[in-house]
Structure formats: structure tokens, C-alpha cells
């Protein structure tokens, strides 16, 4: 029984990433299912959770993953309104944290198959991008995505994907060299995959993370240990942006980012992606400025966009549910509160993904390197677009989080027992 629930947690460990961009609400499923497992199997042996880690090992990474559990509804309480479909993505944090008890429970080679999902998730990303590009052209207005996610998170989840991809090769163990040349391969094509679908999705302020994906690939694998060979690695970070800049795709939209910044000169703001943004981040401190503390409430920011274009502040054209920046939603929305726990929830994963990032252990220096990945993706894609509005997104962070941190603790705890028992076992000589 103990080895079918070991099997049946793997299985949705690889299929969350696997499907996130294929099957709609196919993450959800495999996160939930998760929590079902921590919920029932990890009240009895041996899968039982133990809450005091998470205060005792992992305080910021708790306080991260419950912050906005708290502050919403406070917020709500406060300002005398009700509305819980704001609480439903960033709910996904604070349910992971059952996930990661459960699953330091679970022996690393079954979490292992995270990096295999993400494999997966990215080839299928890419062949639906294949597909795409064969049955339609792409153009500003008729860029990649499907049917339930928009261009910018399509294409942010797949460069993901396909980095941790080639990223979590460091894990592997093959039984001969066929079979690692045949694994190395696979990821490299899901590598391949990931980078061909975010291409075609035309995400500009995706991009900017692929400078970060390769340095920490290059950490990663050890490529650098002298100078020489940092500036080796800086050299093939200019080529890869380059090359992309100068791929068709890559010059319609530095085109159309040029066009835009012109634009601006003449007051056309609105019917520019940049102008719009613009215009939205300026209302967003605004209303920071109106309600510093806890910002117009969460959910409230349309209607607040609205009265300002009714008052000839902003164009109608800008109105809409988000500002379009992760951090410029919270500063008007959430207020200072709000951006405190932004703070936590991005630094709270991360200051231990760096604490573990020259472990001598490779499974543990890349469950590292991936999750400051994670984190560092989570961070630049929130830039120019809010992150987690998207339940899919929230739901496939968290999961990996969990998933990448517990390897990280279940290393720890394995070799914390290991020191007392041979502690132990001088003493009783």
C-alpha cells in the first residue's frame, strides 16, 4: 500500500507539469489530488506530517506561502466587502504547504519525476506550436496560445518548462550509456520544444528571462569555475539574445516595441502594448498615493481604473481587471501590506534555494539551481504581466516549490538521522 500511494504521488508529481499546457485544469487535478493524499494518507504512517518543520526549518517559506491567506481576508473584513474568488489562486500556496509535508516523506527518487513532467509538458508545448505554425501565421494579433491560456503565459510556462528540462539532466542515473545518451537527448528535444513554443508566442517580457535560465544552467552543470569561463558564459548569453532578436519573430516584436516607445511622442498611448501599461502602472501608484495602506482592495481595481477614465485621467482603452505588472496590481490593490507579502512569497522559497546551491550533493544542488529558477522566472514574468491571476500558473508554482524544496529537506533529514545515529553508535562503544 505504502509503495502504490509512493507510485501514485510521482505519477501526479510528473503529470502537473506534463499537462499544465495540454490538458485544461490538468494541474489542478494532480495539485488536489495531492492534497487529498496529505490530508488522508498523511494522518497515518508512514506518511504523517509534521507541521512543526515548517515554523522550525522553513519559517519565510511558510510565511510566504500563507501571507496572502491572511491579509485577504483581513483586507475584506476590513473595507466591509466580500468577494472569495479573489482568495482562489493564491489559495494554491497555502494548500501546498500540506504537499510538502507529505512529499518529504517521500524518498527523492520518486520527486525526481518532476523533471521528466516538466520534459514532457514542454515537447507538448512544442508540438502544439509546431501544429499552430503550420495552420496560421504569426502576427501581433495572431500570436501562440490555445484555448484556455492567453500568448504571455503560454509561452513564460513553456521557456520554463524547457529550461528545467535540460536543467534537471544533473538528476538522472541510467542503467548504460545508451539509455543516457537516449535521456539526454529527450530532454534536450523538450528543451528544444520549450524554447520553439515560447518563440512563437512572441513573449518579449519572457525573454528577458533567458539570460538568468542560462547562467543558472551554466552554474548548474559547473561550467563556471574561473573567470575565463565566466566570461566564456557571458559571451554565449549575448549570442543566444542576438540570435533571438535577429530570428523574424524576434524582429517584429523589437519592431513593434520601437513603434511603440515612438508612439508615445504623439500622445497615442493607448493603442500601444507599452503606452497601455504605461498608463496602467501610473494610475496604480495613484491609487497607492490615495490608499497607501492597504491598497482599494483586491478585485476592485476595474471599477477604480473605471471612475478615473469617467474623470479624463486614463483612456477607457487602459481599463481593465489587472494593471499588467505583478508588483503595480499589488501596490494599488494590496497597498504596502500587499507588497510585504508579495516580498514574502517571492524571497520566502528563495533564501533557501540559494542557502543549498553549492551542496556537494547534486540532487540537492539542482532541486537549488531549479528553484531559484522557479523564483526568478516567477519574478521577471511579473514584470510586465500578473503572474498569479492565472490559477494554472499558481497551482504549477507551489506544486513545484514543494516538490523542489522537499528534496532539499529530505536530503537534510536523511543525513541529520544519519549524524545521530553514528553519534549514537560512539557513544554505546
Not at 130 to 151: K, W, Y
Not at 308 to 329: C, K, T, Y
Request: with cysteine; aromatic share 10%.
Amino acid at each position: 500500500m505504502e509503495k502504490t500511494i509512493r507510485y501514485l504521488i510521482a505519477s501526479m508529481v510528473l503529470l502537473a507539469p506534463a499537462s499544465t499546457l495540454v490538458v485544461r485544469g490538468g494541474t489542478g487535478y494532480c495539485f488536489f489530488v495531492l492534497v487529498a493524499i496529505a490530508v488522508f494518507a498523511g494522518l497515518s504512517k508512514p506518511f504523517r506530517l509534521s507541521p512543526g518543520l515548517l515554523i522550525s526549518a522553513y519559517p519565510l517559506y511558510t510565511a510566504g506561502m500563507l501571507c496572502f491567506m491572511v491579509y485577504l481576508p483581513l483586507q475584506q473584513a476590513l473595507e466591509g466587502y466580500y468577494l472569495p474568488r479573489e482568495f482562489d489562486g493564491l489559495s494554491r500556496f497555502a494548500l501546498s504547504l500540506p504537499i510538502f509535508l507529505l512529499l518529504v516523506n517521500v524518498p527523492i527518487g520518486y520527486l525526481k519525476a518532476l523533471g521528466w513532467g516538466c520534459t514532457l509538458g514542454a515537447f507538448g508545448a512544442g508540438v502544439w506550436a509546431a501544429d499552430s505554425a503550420i495552420h496560421m501565421t504569426v502576427t501581433e494579433l495572431n500570436r501562440l496560445g490555445n484555448d484556455f491560456t492567453n500568448p504571455i503565459p503560454y509561452g513564460n510556462t513553456a521557456l520554463l518548462l524547457g529550461f528545467l528540462s535540460v536543467m534537471t539532466i544533473r538528476w538522472d542515473d541510467y542503467r548504460n550509456a545508451w539509455m543516457r545518451r537516449l535521456g539526454i537527448g529527450l530532454k534536450l528535444l523538450g528543451f528544444a520544444a520549450g524554447l520553439y513554443a515560447s518563440y512563437l508566442s512572441g513573449t518579449r517580457g519572457g525573454w528577458l528571462a533567458i539570460p538568468l535560465f542560462l547562467v543558472l544552467c551554466s552554474f548548474n552543470f559547473g561550467w563556471v569555475k574561473r573567470w575565463q569561463d565566466g566570461l566564456a558564459a557571458a559571451g554565449a548569453v549575448v549570442l543566444a539574445m542576438a540570435l533571438l532578436l535577429a530570428s523574424p519573430i524576434g524582429r517584429e516584436r523589437v519592431m513593434a516595441t520601437e513603434s511603440d516607445l515612438a508612439q508615445l511622442t504623439h500622445d497615442a498611448a493607448p493603442s500601444t502594448s507599452l503606452g497601455a501599461r504605461l498608463q496602467l502602472w501610473r494610475a496604480s501608484i495613484q491609487m497607492f498615493e490615495e490608499h497607501p495602506l492597504l491598497g482599494v482592495g483586491k478585485g476592485h481595481l476595474k471599477s477604480h481604473l473605471q471612475s478615473m477614465a469617467d474623470a479624463g485621467v486614463i483612456s477607457p482603452l487602459v481599463v481593465n481587471q489587472r494593471a499588467h505588472s505583478e508588483f503595480f496590481s499589488t501596490v494599488a490593490e494590496l497597498g504596502a501590506v500587499g507588497v510585504v507579502c508579495l516580498a514574502l512569497l517571492y524571497l520566502g522559497p528563495l533564501v533557501y534555494f540559494l542557502r543549498y546551491r553549492r551542496s556537494p550533493h547534486r540532487d540537492v544542488s539542482t532541486a537549488a539551481y531549479c528553484g531559484i529558477a522557479v523564483s526568478g522566472s516567477v519574478i521577471i514574468f511579473g514584470l510586465s504581466i500578473d503572474v498569479l491571476t492565472v490559477v494554472m500558473s499558481t497551482a504549477l508554482i507551489a506544486l513545484m516549490w514543494a516538490v523542489l524544496l522537499a528534496v532539499i529537506a529530505r536530503d537534510t533529514c536523511l543525513r541529520q538521522s544519519s549524524t545521530i545515529e553514528s553519534r549514537a553508535d560512539s557513544r554505546n562503544r
